[in-house]
């Protein structure tokens, strides 16, 4: 491991299966972090603490559903429970279905605002009385909540509409809510990034999926790493630093 800014602390981090909550696990246990991973994909999980170990850091598998209401709402308090603190949250867990309105289907929207919304706000409701406790108790004297928006939280973009509505609302909660927890010292912070080189674009549906890749292959986009990087600089400020919002776009993105 290469530092150990964020040694004796925990952090959860959804969507830890694949891009940017696997590329963010790998750079906050390389700052000295307990690694907290949690996605449906209990398999990879289990793979990625294992590397993570193999590495010299500590990662932990907890594979959950957090779309499912029981599930969200347990999982901070189990991680507490096994780990004994939770300091930063990550909610990195998102799904990208777009398409013109006319043509899509109601189950998409539902599941658009199911995971980039609901689940990251039961989620977060879970794991804030835990937060604000580790401000008090942490040798770092902060906590941290970091929600990953979108470009499309600052501009709405017409054939994405529900998917814009839903981080439009992660960028408005996570203002609202820093608001509220500043004085507590737990800093909450809305990355937004552009295009990223993920499984996003593979839930897409067919015949929109190819247009969307071929705007993705129509420049070079950012990888996981490189929003992990900006997540890991967020959560590594000094006590009196807060990186409240950070968009963070391909050069090449218009």
Do not use: C
């Not at 969200?72 to 799904?95: C, E, F, K, Q, S």
């Not at 109601?106 to 409701?125: K, Y």
């Not at 804030?128 to 709405?156: C, W």
């Not at 839903?166 to 500043?182: N, P």
Request: aromatic share 4%; glycine share 6%.
């Amino acid at each position: 491991m290469s530092t150990s800014r964020l040694t004796g602390t925990v952090a959860l981090i959804t969507g830890a299966s694949s891009g940017i909550g696997e590329a963010t696990a790998h750079a906050l246990a390389a700052n000295g972090a307990t690694v907290a991973l949690t996605a449906r994909r209990a398999d990879r999980l289990r793979a990625l603490a294992a590397q993570i170990r193999e590495n010299g850091g500590t990662a932990h598998a907890f594979p959950a559903d957090i779309t499912a209401t029981d599930q969200a709402a347990a999982l901070a308090d189990h991680v507490v429970t096994r780990l004994g603190r939770l300091d930063t949250l990550v909610n990195a867990a998102g799904i990208m279905l777009v398409g013109p309105a006319l043509q899509a289907p109601a189950e998409e929207w539902q599941r658009n605002v199911d995971l980039n919304v609901s689940a990251l706000l039961r989620l977060t409701h879970a794991a804030l009385p835990h937060l604000t406790a580790a401000a008090q108790n942490s040798p770092r004297a902060v906590a941290d909540l970091v929600n990953i928006s979108s470009v499309a939280g600052r501009q709405a973009i017409g054939g994405a509409a529900v998917y814009a509505a839903t981080k439009f609302a992660v960028t408005a909660f996570s203002e609202a809510l820093r608001q509220e927890l500043t004085r507590q010292h737990v800093r909450v912070s809305a990355v937004e990034p552009g295009a990223v080189a993920t499984e996003l674009t593979q839930h897409i549906r067919d015949g929109i999926r190819e247009h969307n890749e071929a705007w993705y292959a129509s420049m070079q986009t950012l990888q996981p790493e490189d929003v992990a990087d900006t997540i890991a600089y967020i959560v590594t400020r000094p006590r009196h630093v807060a990186v409240n919002e950070l968009l963070i776009r391909p050069t090449e993105q218009t």
